[in-house]
């Protein structure tokens, strides 16, 4: 089975996750992508939400969240997908960029509009009561 390696940033605020969507998808996702060769998850993630959001993360608050895996979202079924999340602070204003034509603040009601690995991921929030 081939699995994609992807970083994602989960930024809940009053009990919702902040998720993007890309042009031409339907559905929504955590933001964050993959590693570049050789590139550590810290640098990844400060790379991946400035390029998708225009903000910066701040080094010193990324904090490890957890590692969840499912089928791909629109792929073969022979491919799923790892994400590896963390929480962070962020200074700068939150507006999409490069391929992302919208961000969504989603909460647990709205599991159908996400794909399999981020209903892993908010399943788990709900769990913690960090999310609606």
Request: with cysteine; proline share 2%; glycine share 6%.
């Amino acid at each position: 089975m081939n699995t994609i390696d992807k970083i994602a940033w989960i930024h809940v605020k009053n009990g919702q996750v902040l998720c993007a969507r890309s042009r031409g998808q339907e559905s929504f996702y955590l933001p964050g992508g993959k590693r570049d060769p050789g590139e550590s998850d810290k640098s990844t993630l400060i790379r991946e939400i400035a390029e998708e959001l225009s903000v910066q993360i701040e080094l010193d608050t990324i904090k490890f969240f957890g590692i969840f895996e499912a089928e791909a979202h629109g792929k073969s079924k022979d491919i799923k997908v790892k994400m590896t999340c963390y929480t962070a602070s962020f200074t700068g204003t939150l507006s999409p960029a490069s391929e992302i034509e919208e961000l969504a603040w989603l909460n647990y009601k709205d599991l159908d509009l996400v794909s399999q690995v981020s209903q892993k991921i908010f399943e788990q929030l709900y769990a913690l009561k960090w999310l609606e």
